[in-house]
């Protein structure tokens, strides 16, 4: 009877490429006409967006911009504070080889330095060093032998894939929207000079069919009142959302990584029910980069062999990702910080951001240890009649242990921090204490090698080959071997090895150990 071989089609994440590169962004910042001269910039910031990538044979374009906020003060007797708002395209691409259309890319940005300079009352320059970080995968389909009929199970040898897989990979966009009202006691809107969104406090749910998400987006807001007792005032607002992502191979139990980001905000003043400045429309485009997976437990056969039969076997080597261990926890980082000697004393702060990046990782024993820096900003009022307000920027270290049972050095930790909360408080007019709430998402992935069976081709040996073999043979065991390499290698089966040895545990095998071999012939 012919032996059919069984095959089964089984899909398999593959990453192609992982690769970074820098660009460098320079150019001019005008003050709009409307706007008054420049005195003193007291603060400008940048931020990266990446609103599309195009792919294509070995290479990647990535399309978006750099959009730029400038604080400063007005050159007049009175000081007033200004803002003005400017952007610079982003067109550029990065080589990675192998890398096709079809295939899931992920392209992030992050701002490594930014630096600027007044050149005149009306214009400022600068130059931008940006990080682009791109990620490329593949889900590779295989069809390979998993059985193979009439051949007893004792000589057929099969092994057991764990496997990370992705399930979706998709990016979509949700729309918050809300009226936010200026508290009691603060003067009405002249004039907004800075609103900035942030996205904290998530939770990611997989669930049949969806992925539900819920968090809290962030609104900072400064503006110039119409009292002439106000320079500026800050107002924070929390806006709890929830919503979901269809996704269609999701399922209960699954897993899914998020990526939140502020692409778009739009902020309008309108007045309130007795027609004072006090209300602000707002609207906040954020993207989600979302990642579901599940873990698969892949039988696979690994090896076969039939008595008096030669196998050709055909394997084909592959990598896969086994998902060790993901955590999610949140460490407090406080810092009492001293403003250097150039800096006017402290009256009153209004606000304080931060940016939390990663310098090092690292994987030691069951624990990644993380290392890095926030970069705070923090804005107040001075004592100075020249500048009034004032900008101070400085970088607090941290390093955090994480428990992730099970990771080794030879693995990879994929990590991402954020930064769910700020806090302050001013101590004197030469110290305040800053708090920052961070949050870390870690996994430990291990890349794992497999050889997978395609095709085995099945004939019978030659008489004279099978006549040529030893009837008796007395093999002693070696380092590495196993019950079912010796019977492989000498034309017989497990089952007859250990039957005729007297041996009752097939697991116990041992170098030295002397075995009692006899040819096997089917039928006899």
């Not at 008054?36 to 400008?44: E, S």
């Not at 810092?335 to 951001?353: A, R, S």
Request: hydrophobic share 40%; net charge negative.
């Amino acid at each position: 009877m012919a032996n059919e071989l069984i095959r089964e089609k089984i899909v398999l994440d593959q990453r192609i490429g992982r690769e970074t590169t820098q660009v460098l962004i320079e150019g001019d910042l005008i003050v709009p006409d409307i706007k008054p001269d420049m005195a003193v910039i007291l603060q400008a910031d940048a931020k990266v967006h990446i609103d599309r990538s195009d792919v294509s044979s070995d290479r990647v374009n990535f399309i978006g911009r750099m959009e730029f906020q400038v604080l400063y003060l007005a050159r007049s007797a009175e000081r007033p504070v200004h803002s003005m708002n400017s952007s610079a395209a982003i067109d550029d691409f990065i080589n990675m080889e192998g890398v096709a259309k079809e295939m899931w890319v992920d392209v992030e940005a992050d701002l490594a330095n930014f630096e600027y300079k007044m050149v005149n009352d009306r214009k400022i320059s600068y130059r931008a060093v940006v990080d682009i970080t791109v990620c490329a995968e593949n889900s590779e389909p295989h069809e390979i032998i998993v059985d193979v009929s009439d051949v007893p199970r004792s000589q057929l040898q099969h092994s057991t894939l764990d496997v990370n897989r992705s399930v979706e990979n998709k990016s979509d966009r949700m729309i918050i929207k809300d009226e936010l009202t200026i508290p009691a006691g603060k003067p009405n809107i002249r004039e907004v000079l800075e609103c900035n969104a942030s996205v904290a406090n998530t939770d990611v749910r997989v669930q049949n069919g969806r992925v539900a998400i819920t968090g809290d987006l962030c609104i900072t807001t400064l503006y110039r009142g119409d009292s002439d007792l106000s320079l500026i005032e800050f107002v924070e607002n929390e806006i709890p959302f929830n919503g979901s992502i269809d996704v269609s191979g999701a399922k209960d139990g699954m897993t899914a990584d998020a990526m939140l980001s502020v692409q778009d905000q739009y902020v309008q003043v309108r007045p309130d029910a007795d027609g004072e400045d006090r209300v602000l429309d707002v609207e906040v485009s954020v993207v989600v980069t979302l990642k579901v997976t599940c873990q698969d437990n892949i039988e696979i056969l690994e090896d076969a062999h039939l008595i008096n039969k030669r196998m050709s076997i055909t394997k084909n080597p592959i990598r896969y990702p086994r998902l060790v261990c993901r955590n999610r926890n949140q460490s407090p980082i406080k810092e009492v910080v001293q403003i250097d000697g150039p800096c006017p004393d402290i009256m009153q702060i209004f606000k304080v951001k931060g940016k939390a990046s990663v310098d090092d990782i690292k994987i030691v024993d069951d624990k990644v240890v993380v290392e890095g820096v926030i970069v705070s900003d923090v804005l107040y009022l001075a004592e100075s009649d020249d500048t009034p307000l004032y900008s101070y920027r400085g970088a607090i270290p941290y390093r955090q242990v994480i428990e992730t049972k099970n990771a080794t050095k030879d693995m990879e930790a994929l990590l991402n921090v954020s930064i769910d909360h700020v806090g302050f408080n001013m101590l004197s007019g030469r110290e305040m204490e800053l708090r920052y709430l961070l949050t870390f998402n870690t996994q430990v992935l291990e890349h794992k090698t497999a050889s997978l069976i395609t095709d085995i081709g099945i004939e019978d040996m030659e008489r004279t080959e099978i006549d040529g073999m030893a009837s008796m043979t007395v093999y002693v065991i070696q380092s590495g071997d196993t019950f079912w390499k010796v019977a492989k290698r000498y034309n017989t089966s497990v089952d007859e090895i250990l039957a005729i040895n007297d041996i009752e545990d097939p697991d116990r095998v041992y170098p030295g150990q002397k075995l009692l071999i006899l040819k096997k012939i089917v039928g006899e």
